[in-house]
């Protein structure tokens, strides 16, 4: 998987991508991270990458010229399944739309800033609007690391233990079950019997309990959705 992200503030995230798993995939040869500064397609002798507003309303505007020339720089040298604009008004990231999403070959994500992209880029070039959640940052970097970790982590041979990334919360439009690790006693506090017991069945129907369980009462909302 190769995912290309435009940003006006490379450096926000460019460390992100070095560490842990996300620089693992890429020594695995199973991720292509590109981060790529949008001033470098600017003809503006400042750089400049914004502008106000038609209109007189309050902020800047992130023109619609590099934009453009970035986004047909990348698909003059490949394909795209999806060029991404993270946004708060976008269709909310889950793990469901991560899934969707680990199973494609090219991706590019549009970093949102200022007041936002000319309308015309939303209309033309973009494919999929994305939020991770309803509040507003100071830039769309954020979320474009923590759509990319979502995706990516999942890829097959990403993390070793493969059945671990399977049985994350939201999976199945369920958090995950409580999880305990060595001593099996500390200050009075037990590991619960079942999950010493060996019994492989009975510890499976445990988690799956205890997962509807937290499910309904941290999450209800996910339930709801298991119903539609």
């Known amino acids: 998987m190769r995912i290309d992200i435009i940003t006006v503030l490379p450096e926000m995230i460019e460390g992100f991508f070095n560490c842990s798993i996300m620089s693992r995939a890429q020594k695995k040869g199973l991720a292509e991270i590109y981060i790529h500064n949008l001033r470098d397609w600017t003809f503006d002798k400042y750089r400049r990458v914004d502008d106000y507003p038609f209109g007189g309303s309050a902020g800047m505007v992130m023109k619609i010229e590099p934009i453009d020339r970035c986004i047909s720089e990348l698909r003059e040298q490949r394909e795209y399944d999806e060029v991404i604009y993270t946004t708060p008004d976008g269709k909310m990231f889950n793990q469901?739309?991560?899934?969707?999403?680990?199973?494609?070959?090219?991706?590019?994500?549009?970093?949102?800033?200022?007041?936002?992209?000319?309308?015309?880029?939303?209309?033309?070039?973009?494919?999929?609007?994305?939020?991770?959640?309803?509040?507003?940052?100071?830039?769309?970097?954020?979320?474009?690391?923590?759509?990319?970790?979502?995706?990516?982590?999942?890829?097959?041979?990403?993390?070793?233990?493969?059945?671990?990334?399977?049985?994350?919360?939201?999976?199945?439009?369920?958090?995950?079950?409580?999880?305990?690790?060595?001593?099996?006693?500390?200050?009075?506090?037990?590991?619960?019997?079942?999950?010493?017991?060996?019994?492989?069945?009975?510890?499976?129907?445990?988690e799956l309990q205890q997962s509807i369980e937290r499910t309904k009462r941290l999450r209800p909302d996910l339930l709801d959705d298991n119903i539609d």
């Open 96 to 206: 469901h739309m991560a899934n969707d999403l680990s199973m494609k070959q090219n991706l590019i994500i549009l970093c949102g800033h200022f007041k936002g992209i000319d309308q015309r880029i939303r209309e033309h070039l973009i494919t999929k609007e994305i939020s991770i959640g309803d509040y507003v940052l100071t830039g769309g970097e954020i979320a474009a690391a923590a759509i990319a970790d979502a995706v990516v982590r999942i890829i097959p041979g990403v993390i070793s233990d493969e059945q671990s990334a399977l049985s994350d919360s939201f999976q199945d439009n369920l958090l995950a079950p409580p999880v305990y690790t060595r001593p099996a006693e500390y200050k009075g506090w037990k590991v619960p019997d079942i999950l010493l017991s060996g019994h492989e069945a009975n510890i499976r129907n445990w």
